[in-house]
């Protein structure tokens, strides 16, 4: 019932709650304000310029590493959840990236998501109810038996996708047109909705928007980055033609990519610092117990046992000589091990053959079989790949077979190996037991160094072996309790608690060490570090490029980069190692620029490393092995290398070009800003509503207890599953990085609680109403506040792309009603700027009945007047573009049926000729072609049916004010507004006599005009001759009356701080006003308040901040 007899504090806080919920109608950029970072130009240029204006997200955004793309994404899940475009996200990241993920959304954006194991999957199905609303799950754990989950009817579909690294999902296609297409890509086909999968691949539903993010989009090869393409319109970009065909400025309706180069820091620096690489060799030491001695005896073992003749082709026994190779390279001890290993293979073989329980049949079998453990973890997948995990390494399980493996196909050939392995472990033992290794001591050299004493070093090895013999090492000389370690038998768990010890300063008992095999590769940032180690280097270039990245990243302070390698020149293997990393620097050196090494992986894409190594270990010569590597990595390379990119991507972002846009932009941001002004006000007055008080200091730390009186309460059930801790450490301000405090605001878990309890228990009283007074309006008037929506409503036909209704706009409006019927939509902000009233005057009561009658009539000029105008907005900008999609589509048709004609006509050809095979899949060809009519006219329709299916919503009031003028008199208000005039004028002409530029704001004309919201909460915006701006709130009194301040004004001054200004001009009426002047009234008077309130001319005074004028 609409009997306006609510309590104005129940109306504002229902309000208030709801606007702040959706706090992008007053600042766009609203997520910003929710971050525990401030985004880069870069990335906000990403999300509000190329991302958010597209209702129907098909995205591969492709910066460089480092770049931040998770930031990115944080702020485009935030941004959509605030305008309610979406509530379910799926994030499909490789393995090792699935904690970094999770971490980086709890901790920037207060987004909780799920991670889904296959074990969860085998319980129950993760994908649905409230914890499968946010959810991330590895690729090759979603692309095996969990995929079935999502078919599964109780799963609801998911709005946002995300693939990150998108550059695995492969396809490619062979000379003959047939298309391998690996499972990752399958599984981005079914949840992209690309039509005619298999079976097996079908989802009931499609991903509303698709967001790419990758680094390296294009690896080298046209088709696999065409495929890319396919998967976000494969209605356009039906063939290779066809992308290459559509024009450069429409793709960036699709893609973005800016490299390191011309990403800057807001005052237009340069974003990363240099990177420099220096390689420091060693030699091994000489005599008879020596390193030397174990390296050539090891060496010769490889070649005589197996480097023979039959297995010489054995892809097998070529990788279990590098692996010897490897740890041979890394440290004596993981070569120890290897033997310790070996060995008791050997023995055990041995033992079965003389027992009989393995037959010399069998061990001939057994020998065969070598082929089948030809994996390579280190070659075959990048440190982001790599699965781990329940305490093992992934490569270790393959390397422990490989050295465990038979090679010897008679009993004496295995007495013989055991015999020499035998040896070769003793020799090792012995030159352990020395105790210096001369790679250990050139690395102790450096830690010794003057320059970096107190510094964090990060330092890379492959082989856990290795990680084990440093932490010992450096616990030796003195380093014990400042070591951190990573490996790849660690959950993520554990590797953020050992980053955190690595991040904690040394004072406060961190770590100075954090070494780490490659599962610390990806995914984990290390900025706060400047020094980096690599005590192996690997053999997949993509793997060194990877581990710089930790350090050389957005957030690195330090300037340079310092990177070490560790090489030793007197092997055969650190001779071609040294080579590629001088020639890495020298390169880097003569084009002034560090890009060579973002590009290492793919300057080496159809090229091993490890083949060079294998030629090397086979017995070629060094030396010209190195030669010939070094030859194919050459500035001019590099050059054509950038060539061939900008042919791809385009020119490059425009970075440089938008950042005095960008600059602008945050400037008036900041007078759109909710946080944390607002929210504080909100929890202050609408705390005693729900029956809880707030302990403490609301600037600073405070706790919510219940009030007198409340024994339980549903919020603080909430803050209870929170951590102890933090119960007591609320804060509505953004936490510094070394604060443990829960910051409410807007989307946090326990804000949205508290919001759901004032619209639960407050929300009928609202849809009351209440009254209210307005100082400036002359006339009453009703003041409706509603939720309306625009929507695409789901398609009666039944075309599937449109089977589901889909919301474009969601938005809070508030309407004037007035007492000759019309209405008007005014600011959501008014409701801020009236007083509560008690009464109901006489010239009211009329319209409060036409109001309280009269709602339907609201309800249909809202839906028919603004919701229709919106709509209207929304179906033109589809017809916009209409023709030119059309266009595209017709196109992209076209390029499929000629492909296909050529297609068949070379099927035709191997058919005639007796191929069997060639006629099958040229029947399958007729059929895509008798299809493709269909698939053209499906497209094309659903396309022009989109336009037509657009309408407004259902309208959701919230609350009714009837605003009422004051009771004074109209000559009395005439008197005020002269007053103010005086004042305002009066603090114009002391602002300009300090050389100051006054712009008048105090009205919703005049504040747009200077670029401002409708309500700025200040009255004056002063240029000072210095550069900075005064935000002045001006308050004219005759006397020394008392000075009040609105809600808004309260609001605004708690989010402008220092640079807003309270000038209270008193004696007005004397023509010689007294000005006072009080920078930050909100932390020098309103701090204690929890609303607007009156001030007397005393306080005033004694808060004046500058000499008062006269």
């Not at 005619?196 to 079908?202: D, I, K, R, V």
């Not at 909430?718 to 989307?747: F, N, Q, S």
């Not at 709509?871 to 492909?899: K, P």
């Amino acid at each position: 019932m609409l009997d306006f007899t609510a309590s104005p504090a129940i109306v504002r806080a229902v309000v208030e709650g709801e606007r702040l919920s959706l706090g992008h109608q007053a600042n766009p950029s609203f997520a910003t304000e929710l971050a525990q970072i401030d985004p880069l130009p870069h990335q906000r240029l990403a999300v509000y310029q190329h991302l958010l204006p597209q209702t129907r997200l098909r995205f591969l955004l492709a910066d460089d590493a480092g770049a931040g793309k998770t930031i990115m994404a944080g702020l485009y899940i935030r941004e959509l959840l605030s305008r309610r475009l979406i509530r379910r996200v799926l994030i499909v990241p490789p393995a090792g990236l699935v904690g970094n993920w999770q971490r980086e959304l709890q901790t920037l954006f207060s987004l909780t998501f799920t991670l889904v194991s296959g074990a969860d999957a085998k319980a129950a199905n993760p994908f649905v109810g409230v914890t499968g609303d946010r959810v991330i799950v590895s690729l090759d754990t979603l692309t095996g038996r969990v995929f079935g989950r999502l078919r599964e009817e109780a799963t609801e579909p998911y709005d946002l996708v995300i693939f990150d690294e998108a550059h695995k999902l492969a396809a490619d296609r062979n000379t003959d047109f047939s298309v391998r297409r690996t499972d990752r890509y399958k599984l981005a086909e079914a949840l992209a909705g690309v039509p005619g999968l298999e079976a097996s691949w079908t989802l009931p539903w499609r991903t509303h928007h698709l967001l790419l993010l990758t680094a390296t989009p294009h690896m080298g090869k046209d088709y696999p980055w065409f495929a890319l393409w396919r998967l976000l319109d494969p209605w356009v970009f039906t063939t290779p033609r066809a992308l290459a065909e559509y024009p450069i400025p429409q793709r960036a309706r699709h893609f973005l990519r800016r490299v390191k180069e011309e990403m800057l820091t807001l005052d237009g620096r340069p974003l990363y610092p240099t990177r420099i690489a220096d390689t420091l060799d060693y030699a091994l030491q000489q005599g008879a117990i020596s390193e030397q001695a174990l390296y050539d005896q090891t060496t010769d073992y490889l070649e005589n046992i197996y480097n023979c003749a039959q297995l010489l082709n054995r892809s097998a026994a070529k990788l279990a000589m590098s692996v010897f190779q490897r740890r041979l390279a890394s440290s004596t001890w993981a070569l120890l091990r290897s033997f310790e290993r070996r060995l008791e293979k050997l023995t055990a073989l041995i033992a079965d053959v003389r027992q009989g329980q393995l037959s010399m049949v069998q061990l001939t079998l057994l020998q065969q079989n070598l082929d089948a453990l030809a994996n390579d973890p280190f070659d075959d997948r990048t440190a982001d790949e790599e699965q781990g995990g329940d305490g093992v390494e992934e490569n270790e399980p393959a390397e422990d077979r490989l050295l465990q493996s038979v090679i010897a196909d008679s009993l004496a050939d295995l007495e013989i190996e055991r015999a020499r392995v035998a040896e070769l472990l003793d020799l090792a033992r012995q030159v352990y037991a020395q105790g210096d290794e001369a790679k250990f001591v050139r690395l102790r050299e450096v830690l010794r160094d003057a320059r970096y004493v107190g510094e964090k070093f990060l330092i890379f090895t492959e082989h856990r072996d290795t990680l084990e013999f440093l932490v010992s090492r450096l616990d030796g000389l003195g380093y014990a309790g400042q070591t951190a370690q990573i490996h790849g038998g660690m959950d993520y768990r554990e590797r953020e608690q050992q980053v955190e010890v690595f991040r904690r300063p040394l004072t406060e008992g961190g770590a100075r060490f954090l070494i780490c095999t490659d599962a610390a590769g990806e995914g984990i940032n290390l900025q706060f570090c400047w020094l980096m180690f690599n005590y192996d280097i690997p053999w997949n270039p993509a793997r060194l490029e990877q581990r710089m990245g930790r350090i050389h990243r957005y957030g690195q302070r330090h300037d340079p980069v310092q990177i070490f390698n560790l090489v030793a020149t007197t092997t055969r293997e650190g001779r071609v190692l040294k080579t590629l990393l001088d020639k890495l620097e020298k390169i880097r050196l003569e084009l002034g620029s560090d890009k060579v090494y973002d590009v290492i992986g793919r300057l080496f894409e159809n090229v091993s490393i490890k083949q060079y190594m294998e030629r090397v270990m086979e017995g070629e010569n060094p030396d010209a092995v190195a030669a010939e590597l070094g030859g194919r990595l050459t500035v001019e390379q590099l050059k054509a290398f950038n060539v061939r990119e900008q042919t791809f991507y385009g020119a490059g972002g425009d970075v440089a070009q938008c950042l005095p846009a960008v600059q602008t932009a945050l400037q008036q941001e900041a007078y759109a800003r909710l946080l944390p002004g607002y929210v504080r006000q909100y929890l202050a007055q609408s705390a005693p509503l729900l029956g809880l008080q707030l302990s403490g200091d609301l600037d600073g730390l405070f706790t919510i207890r219940p009030a007198p009186g409340t024994v339980a309460h549903p919020v603080l059930a909430w803050l209870d599953t929170y951590p102890p801790e933090l119960h007591h450490r609320l804060t509505v301000r953004r936490p510094t990085a070394k604060d443990a405090a829960l910051w409410l605001h807007p989307g946090e878990s326990l804000f949205e609680q508290w919001r759901a309890q004032v619209r639960q228990t407050l929300g009928a009283a609202a849809l009351r109403g209440a009254r209210f007074t307005d100082a400036r309006a002359e006339q009453p008037y009703v003041l409706h506040i509603a939720v309306l929506t625009v929507l695409r409503r789901a398609d009666p036909a039944g075309w599937a792309e449109l089977a589901r209704p889909e919301l474009l706009e969601c938005r809070l409006v508030a309407v004037k009603e007035s007492a000759d019927g019309g209405y008007e939509t005014v600011p959501v902000e008014t409701l801020l700027l009236l007083q509560p009233a008690d009464g109901l005057p006489a010239n009211a009561q009329k319209l409060a009945l036409q109001a309280s009658t009269g709602l339907n009539v609201t309800e249909h000029w809202l839906q028919e007047q603004e919701g229709q105008r919106w709509a209207e907005m929304w179906r033109e900008s589809r017809r916009t573009r209409l023709a030119e999609s059309e266009r595209f589509i017709q196109q992209g048709f076209a390029f499929q049926e000629a492909e296909l004609a050529l297609i068949r006509s070379e099927l035709k050809k191997k058919a005639d000729a007796g191929n069997q095979r060639a006629e099958r899949e040229m029947a399958n060809v007729k059929q895509q072609q008798k299809a493709l009519a269909g698939r053209r006219e499906r497209a094309l329709t659903v396309l022009r049916r989109e336009p037509e299916l657009i309408a407004p919503g259902a309208v959701e009031f919230m609350a009714h004010a009837l605003v009422t003028p004051p009771q004074d008199t109209t000559a009395h208000r005439q008197f005020a507004a002269d007053v103010e005039r005086i004042a305002m004028e009066w603090v114009q002409a002391v602002e300009e006599a300090a050389g100051a530029r006054v712009e008048w704001v105090h009205t919703p004309p005049l504040a747009r005009a200077a670029g401002l919201p409708d309500h700025p909460g200040f009255d004056l915006l002063s240029h000072r001759p210095d550069g900075t701006r005064r935000h002045i709130e001006v308050k004219g009194r005759t006397g020394w009356g008392g000075v009040e301040m609105t809600e808004n004004e309260f609001g605004r001054a708690c989010i402008l701080g220092d640079t807003y200004w309270l000038y209270a001009v008193f004696q007005c009426e004397t023509g010689r006003p007294q000005l006072h002047r009080i920078q930050n009234p909100f932390a020098a008077l309103l701090a204690r308040q929890q609303s607007g309130v009156l001030f007397s001319a005393a306080a005033i005074r004694a808060a004046t901040t500058e000499n008062p004028i006269p």
